[in-house]
């Protein structure tokens, strides 16, 4: 049976070209409802992971009639061209889209916001005046099918041009394609009646797999994990796989560029449980926001975190515009982008020789898991102002210093993996960022706010609350931060600080950490030496900025280390201890 309302995709290869093949699918079922019932009443579409395979679920089965021996439909992919492709070489009843194009496009947007922003134009009245030259969203794709150095144009254009030149026999295509997945394992039978049938019509039934659509075939260093290096593996596959495949990438696919390297980075979402409508709405945004991203400097770690950050984000906006009460009300799978997408496949091309990029790397970051359950609309916009904090912080570290990169690294790790050792980890080493940067004369550093910190712990490792809603952590938080941020601060601003800057003392807290007995001893000095700083500037000035510290504070500190361990403990003092003050304001920091 063909026409039904659940079809499967398969997880061969265990890459992104299964993730191809399951969004080209869905597309072209999205395309022949709404042909066959208008736009506005076509069924729903749903994308979800289900192990081996994935699932395309329409909210009504798919219908005989829907087939007409006279269907055609434009190809949902289009056709690329640049100044040297022939008038004749463009395929007819095809879309298409120019690389030189759409990169002039491009150029002249930059060129206008520059000026803009020269005139002192910004913000939201900066957007508006650009809204009309805005490149389209999907533009980074064109671009980097278009590149001549990936060597895809040519092969991609050869597939999509197919559909049209085998116009008068798409509805055998659309039938045998709906044969071929109707089950989770396939319908080898039914794409070999194809072949022998309207498989005829297209110049190559079986195509040269290319290693754009096939990260897992092909020459190089090509395998999920660096085990192997393929000498020759390339096969020919069928068109119609193919074809799906050149399809789906226009709905996934999130191409960026590494501007150190000149390499490219190819993002490819991941369903979990995902409605095909609200994917292209989500991803419209999100490439709104990779488009303002490209002003600043992306480096490939930094890539990695903010594309994981601004996709998330783009999910949020989504629910706080959809979700009209206060008070939400909807399926949680709905609201929840982690429950929703399972994170991004990335390949990474480099230019190994000066005309062809190489593909050396595929990993899996999967999307942040500390969103939680958003119930209300304030919670949902204290969920963009975390990932907004976060933003703001990984935006300024510098990848080409090798500090910059192993906090980059831990904090990838974290976001990326939910490993809230690496968190610790960046938040020790971002501790010496802060204090180095001011020393170098910069007037503001970003850093975390106690409150979004809580934030971030409630979502993603509520076991910790306890420790930061202590009071006794508290104070002990707000003496390291009035020792060494505060202080830092004022004199980066040429205020009196009346107290010295504590240099170090995060890094020694870390490495006590390790031994309890260690770490309660230097706690207990540093909050001795605190006290009696205190206690000298009241004396020597008649002034005291910070109150001092109880005995109660360090019994209830050790309390917590008894608890939950010395490590857990130093590690939140630290990321406490080095945020701002919740009074202090920040640069804007928003995407405008």
């Not at 040269?208 to 393929?230: D, F, I, V, W």
Request: contains cysteine.
């Amino acid at each position: 049976m063909m026409y039904q309302d659940t079809y499967f995709v398969p997880k061969r290869t265990g890459t992104y070209a299964d993730v191809f093949l399951a969004y080209g699918l869905a597309t072209i079922l999205d395309r022949l409802a709404g042909q066959a019932k208008g736009e506005f009443a076509k069924p729903r579409i749903e994308i979800a992971d289900s192990g081996p395979y994935y699932q395309i679920r329409l909210s009504e089965p798919v219908k005989k009639d829907w087939i007409q021996d006279s269907l055609f439909f434009r190809s949902p992919a289009p056709f690329l061209t640049n100044q040297r492709t022939p008038a004749g070489e463009v395929p007819p009843d095809t879309n298409t889209r120019d690389v030189d194009a759409t990169w002039e496009q491009v150029r002249t947007y930059q060129a206008s916001r520059s000026a803009l922003r020269d005139r002192g134009v910004s913000g939201s009245g900066l957007e508006q005046q650009l809204r009309d030259q805005e490149p389209p969203g999907d533009w980074t794709i064109v671009a980097f099918l278009g590149d001549v150095r990936m060597q895809a144009m040519k092969i991609y254009n050869r597939i999509v041009g197919y559909w049209a030149q085998s116009r008068d026999r798409v509805a055998e295509h659309i039938r045998a394609i709906l044969r071929l997945f109707s089950t989770p394992w396939g319908d080898e039978e039914s794409l070999q009646a194809w072949e022998r049938g309207a498989g005829r019509a297209i110049p190559k039934a079986r195509e040269t797999a290319s290693q754009l659509l096939n990260p897992h075939q092909g020459k190089g260093l090509n395998e999920p994990k660096a085990n192997a290096l393929r000498i020759d593996n390339i096969k020919d596959l069928p068109w119609l796989e193919e074809f799906l495949k050149a399809v789906g990438l226009w709905a996934c696919l999130v191409p960026r560029r590494v501007v150190d390297v000149e390499d490219w980075k190819a993002y490819v979402l991941a369903p979990l449980r995902l409605d095909f409508r609200v994917q292209r709405e989500v991803m419209a945004r999100f490439n709104r926001y990779l488009w303002n991203e490209r002003r600043r400097d992306e480096t490939s770690l930094k890539s990695d975190v903010t594309s994981l950050l601004l996709f998330t984000r783009a999910w949020l906006d989504y629910v706080e515009t959809e979700q009209t009460k206060e008070d939400f009300d909807a399926d949680p799978a709905a609201l929840v982008p982690e429950k929703a997408v399972a994170g991004f496949h990335v390949a990474q091309f480099k230019l190994l020789s000066r005309n062809a990029y190489t593909m050396v790397n595929l990993s899996f970051l999967n999307l942040p898991r500390w969103t939680g359950t958003p119930r209300l609309r304030a919670e949902v916009l204290a969920l963009k102002e975390v990932i907004d904090e976060h933003l703001a912080v990984i935006r300024e570290i510098d990848e080409t210093r090798s500090d910059g990169y192993n906090l980059l690294r831990s904090y990838r790790d974290f976001v990326a993996g939910n490993n809230w050792s690496a968190f610790f980890d960046f938040a020790a080493g971002y501790s010496h960022e802060i204090i180095r940067r001011y020393n170098e004369g910069a007037r503001w550093v970003p850093t975390f706010s106690p409150s979004n910190l809580g934030r971030l712990i409630m979502a993603g490792n509520k076991p910790l609350l306890p420790i930061v809603q202590n009071e006794g952590f508290q104070n002990v938080a707000y003496a390291i931060r009035y020792s060494t941020v505060i202080p830092q601060s004022r004199k980066a601003h040429g205020q009196d600080s009346l107290y010295e800057v504590r240099y170090g003392l995060g890094a020694e807290l870390k490495r006590k950490s390790t031994v309890r007995d260690e770490f309660i001893v230097a706690l207990s000095n540093f909050m001795q030496s605190y006290n009696q700083e205190n206690s000298q500037k009241l004396e020597n000035t008649g002034q005291q900025m910070r109150r001092d510290l109880r005995t109660t504070d360090l019994e209830e500190v050790v309390r917590l280390v008894d608890e939950y361990g010395s490590e857990v403990v130093a590690s939140l003092l630290i990321a406490y201890g080095y945020a701002r003050e919740p009074r202090e304001v920040e640069p804007d920091s928003t995407q405008s």
